[in-house]
């Protein structure tokens, strides 16, 4: 699972990442023209059109070649589908474990048990403020997709010199932080 995202985010199948990145892209822009419960209904409508024509073509090819093939989806029809009792109980265990996790870490930003996470967590939401202004979700949305798309790529062939300039950026703003620490009564970090 996981190494069949990075491939396809990494390009490794062309063909298939394409597919993939095409795919979810003209989702998000039939998204932004029409209801998700249109976009949802005219989805269904089409994969529902496509195998009941396939359907009767081979109802139809098998009538006048009088073999007897039998249903053409028989293979999917027969694939077991349900979720086991263990499955579902991991998946609970995980989304539980992220949930608690994220509630503490809210309650520790926001009842200020460490003064510069707070002030860094408040930049960071008077920021959101600005980008909400700017963009809507969607549009995130559809920028995320195309940058988890493209970044990899781009990553991989000039990865010397983004982590030459990400280093230069990680040292300056640190500096700033430390600069800021040591101005602010009470902010600074105990030794972890």
Not at 57 to 82: M, N, R
Not at 161 to 180: A, E
Request: with cysteine; net charge positive.
């Amino acid at each position: 699972c996981c190494g069949t995202a990075i491939d396809l985010l990494y390009w490794r199948n062309v063909k298939q990442s394409g597919a993939v990145f095409s795919s979810v892209l003209l989702l998000l822009f039939s998204l932004t023209q029409f209801s998700v419960v249109s976009v949802g209904a005219y989805l269904a409508l089409a994969a529902l059109s496509a195998s009941i024509s396939f359907r009767i073509y081979k109802s139809v090819l098998q009538a006048v070649q009088k073999t007897d093939e039998g249903h053409p989806f028989k293979a999917y029809l027969e694939v077991e589908i349900a979720l086991s009792q263990d499955q579902i109980s991991k998946y609970a265990d995980k989304i539980l474990l992220y949930t608690n996790t994220c509630m503490k870490e809210l309650r520790r930003l926001f009842l200020v048990q460490d003064l510069i996470d707070s002030l860094k967590f408040a930049v960071l939401m008077w920021l959101l403020t600005y980008v909400g202004a700017l963009f809507n979700g969607l549009t995130l949305l559809i920028l995320a997709v195309v940058s988890m798309f493209s970044m990899p790529v781009v990553y991989e062939k000039h990865q010397a010199q983004i982590d030459q300039y990400v280093g230069l950026i990680r040292t300056h703003v640190n500096s700033v932080v430390g600069k800021i620490q040591a101005k602010i009564p009470g902010a600074k970090r105990k030794e972890e």
